[in-house]
């Protein structure tokens, strides 16, 4: 299936002008225009996330954090006090 030469081309541009007509067809292409604009901006929102994100990522692996445990020394004054 080859691409499409230019009779083919004003041979579909002809078949819609008469499908939709002439006050139609401007109406039709912006809508087509902002579509595609909508389409771009949403594929480029994704690339920025998907760009972001590696860049976001930690570089290097983090230490766990040690647990600290209670204070028992507060637990055997409150004994000693009673």
Known sequence: MGSLGPSELLIIFMIVLLLFGAKKLPELARGLGRGIRE???????????????????????QQP??????????????????
């Open 65 to 82: 954090q040690q647990e600290t445990k209670p204070d028992d020394s507060q637990d055997q004054e409150e004994e000693n006090l009673d």
């Open 39 to 61: 389409f771009q901006n949403a594929s480029r929102e994704i690339q920025d996330e998907i760009t972001r994100a590696d860049y976001e990522t930690p570089r290097r692996p």
